[in-house]
């Protein structure tokens, strides 16, 4: 009668919560060619995760603008909930 019910607390539980990947991302994984601003090439240092995929941009400037619009509509979609 020595068996107890309690769940084992495991050593490793840490693994949850952390799918999806802050690494870094490669102009490879890159679904688009061009930016969809200026119609430039896209560049390495302007990437972006946009619905879980890798997304480019000419330059940070771009980037930073579709970043900012996303986040406006993420809020503002929020806001309705
Ligand atoms: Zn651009």
């Given at each position: 009668m020595g068996l107890s019910t309690s769940p084992t607390p495991g050593?490793?539980?840490?693994?949850?919560?952390?799918?999806?990947k802050m690494t870094e991302l490669r102009l490879q994984d890159c679904?688009?060619?061009?930016?969809?601003?200026?119609?430039d090439p896209v560049s390495a240092d302007s990437l972006t995760l946009y619905r879980g995929e890798v997304v480019g941009f000419c330059n940070p400037g771009c980037k930073d603008k579709f970043e900012k619009a996303a986040a406006a509509f993420d809020a503002a979609i929020e806001g309705k909930k």
């Open positions: 050593p490793s539980r840490e693994r949850e919560g952390r799918s999806r679904v688009n060619e061009v930016c969809p601003w200026s119609g």
